[in-house]
């Protein structure tokens, strides 16, 4: 492990620290755990990696202070016991906060139902590493790198599940669900995203428990609704994060996973006929997977399910976020049935709008998917057709011939009759029709 720990420092400049933490605090001992110690070994090196130490053996005051001088330490919560560290001169945009710890120990709080952080953490300076580490969900995420020796700990044989690629939890996984129920989905998702399988003992513990990811903590009314106490034990966010990393990655083996474990059938209707299509997707199709799995049912039901898996609340800067005004957009064209002369005959002006934008190649793509090849072809054709007659790319806007202070400037009051009339020329000028400034302006005249 020296040899790749030694090229991860050269090229993360968020881990300048380091070297010289190892010299200032001869001895203190720094590891390397989590997702990191997978990915190295995995060979799954990216640009941003998410970085996780332990410090034993050094007084949390020492911690603060010493990391406080080279840098912006947060302490981010009592319950985690953990410290974000920023490197001075380097900012969160370009490298990702490294998050520092003492070793700990966690256990349910007597309270606990298995929701995310319902801990109680005890930080011990002197705690062995590999008590550390048994804390820790799936073997693959429990082990750690000594980076003063180079040592790879690995109490559990996560290496060995590695190399099996098997995902299997840490101790009895019913505990380890038991105490946090977002481990469930969490263990579907590497499994999806990494292509391993899931250990028998642990798909068993998961179809056990899954009927508790959408229990509440109190419940004063049958849904939950604006105003009362409702609160889910896993909070929807956590899952809608989980379902969008699982749902990105590779749709088909995302539905494999999810609908061996139980996952699937307590978030979505899972005939085969709705899962299908979606089994020729590639990644990076978040929003065409969430249509597919709710093509069938109405707004409200739509609305629902969204809220239910959390799939609505992620933040608008997330890469895996879906805007739920195209799914109910998308769902209700697809419930639409009006053959392709109707869009090849609809006015140009609601054409544009509808199907020439980011929307419309979306629509395209799932009009493929589900063999509608010739709504599709009438869309794309008759969208070719205007492109080509105004001599434009696609995605590049066809210039208005007038603007609505044209149309103002002819007398007529401000209001609806502006818009009839805009909407009226944009239908001449797509059709090809009216093609200048000086056409569009007669126009306007003789409609006047």
């Known amino acids: 492990m020296k040899e790749e720990i030694s090229q991860l420092l050269q090229t993360h400049k968020e881990l300048s620290f380091v070297e010289s933490f190892l010299n200032d605090n001869p001895d203190a001992e720094l590891y390397l755990v ?80 298995g929701g995310y952080k319902e801990f109680d953490v005890q930080s011990d300076a002197k705690l062995p590493i590999k008590k550390d580490l048994s804390r820790r969900d799936f073997t693959i995420n429990a082990m750690a790198v000594d980076l003063r020796t180079g040592e790879l700990i690995d109490p559990f044989k996560g290496m060995k599940d590695l190399e099996q690629r098997r995902i299997r939890a840490v101790g009895k996984a019913t505990d380890r669900f038991k105490e946090d129920l977002s481990r469930m989905l969490r263990g579907v998702r590497f499994a999806s995203e990494l292509h391993f399988v899931i250990e028998e003992k642990t798909t068993r513990a998961i179809q056990k428990q899954i009927k508790h990811i959408n229990d509440a903590k109190e419940k004063l009314s049958p849904e939950p609704v604006e105003g009362s106490k409702f609160e889910y034990i896993v909070p929807r966010e956590t899952i809608g994060s989980e379902l969008a990393k699982t749902l990105t990655k590779n749709p088909s083996n995302a539905l494999k996973h999810l609908k061996s474990t139980g996952v699937l059938d307590m978030f979505f209707e899972t005939d085969e006929t709705l899962l299908k299509p979606i089994r020729s997707l590639t990644e990076n199709q978040i929003t065409l997977v969430v249509t597919l799995l709710l093509r069938n049912l109405d707004q409200k039901d739509i609305a629902n399910k969204l809220a239910l898996t959390g799939l609505d609340s992620l933040p608008h800067e997330s890469d895996l976020r879906i805007e739920p005004s195209d799914i109910f957009w998308f769902v209700a064209q697809l419930q639409d049935k009006s053959n392709a002369n109707i869009i090849s005959t609809m006015r140009a002006s609601k054409f544009e709008t509808m199907f020439m934008n980011a929307r419309g190649k979306l629509f395209v793509q799932l009009l493929r998917i589900l063999d509608e090849h010739a709504k599709a072809e009438t869309i794309e054709n008759r969208k070719t057709k205007i492109l080509k007659q105004w001599s434009v790319e696609d995605d590049e806007p066809i210039p208005s011939l007038l603007s609505g202070n044209d149309v103002l400037n002819t007398g007529i009051q401000a209001g609806q009759k502006v818009r009839e009339l805009l909407d009226s020329l944009r239908d001449e000028q797509l059709e090809g029709r009216i093609l200048t400034r000086e056409k569009a302006k007669e126009w306007l005249t003789h409609q006047v």
């Open 34 to 113: 989590g997702g990191a110690v997978r990915d190295i070994l995995l060979k799954r090196h990216t640009k941003k990696m998410d970085f996780d130490f332990v410090i034993r053996l050094l007084e949390k005051e020492k911690i603060e202070k010493w990391f406080g001088l080279r840098g912006k330490l947060d302490f981010v919560g009592k319950t985690f016991g953990v410290y974000k560290f920023m490197p001075a001169g380097l900012n969160h945009i370009d490298n990702p906060f490294v998050d520092i710890a003492l070793p700990r120990t966690e256990t349910s709080s007597l309270k606990s139902k």
